[in-house]
């Protein structure tokens, strides 16, 4: 099976910055995509930011858009989320996804996920 864990979340201050990293384990992450999604205390999940391996291509949720870039090492089988500009508003647990194998129809639907991370707490103060 795939086993993916986060790592890098913590506490900053507003207007500073966190490194996220996600690892993948246990079978080839060719052609498929991979996402970060982030839940905050009494609201949904949400999407965040998405990377297609194949192709490169990124994606963002408005919210974070300019501030959050995704990226990708297949050296390593890592994904990285690096958050700049940090607001209060990002406060979550951050989860990495990573999307079955082959075509995907809706980036941002967390349905198209089968496997997950245990997640990553993100605070940031005021």
């Known amino acids: 099976q795939v086993q993916l864990v986060e790592s890098g979340g913590g506490l900053v201050q507003a207007g500073g910055s966190l490194r996220l990293s996600c690892a993948a384990s246990?079978?080839?992450?060719?052609?498929?995509?991979m996402g970060w999604f982030r839940q905050a205390p009494g609201k949904e999940r949400e999407f965040v930011a998405a990377?297609?391996?194949?192709?490169?291509?990124?994606y963002y949720a408005n919210s974070v858009k300019g501030r959050f870039t995704i990226s990708g090492d297949n050296a390593k089988n890592t994904v990285t989320l690096q958050m700049n500009s940090l607001k209060p508003e990002d406060t979550a647990v951050y989860y990495c996804?990573?999307?079955?194998?082959?075509?995907?129809?809706?980036?941002?639907?967390?349905?198209?996920?089968?496997?997950w991370g245990q997640g990553t707490q993100v605070t940031v103060s005021s």
């Open positions: 990377i297609v391996w194949s192709g490169g291509s990124t």
């Open positions: 246990g079978r080839t992450f060719s052609n498929r995509a």
């Open positions: 996804a990573a999307a079955r194998p082959g075509p995907i129809r809706s980036i941002p639907y967390d349905r198209e996920y089968d496997y």
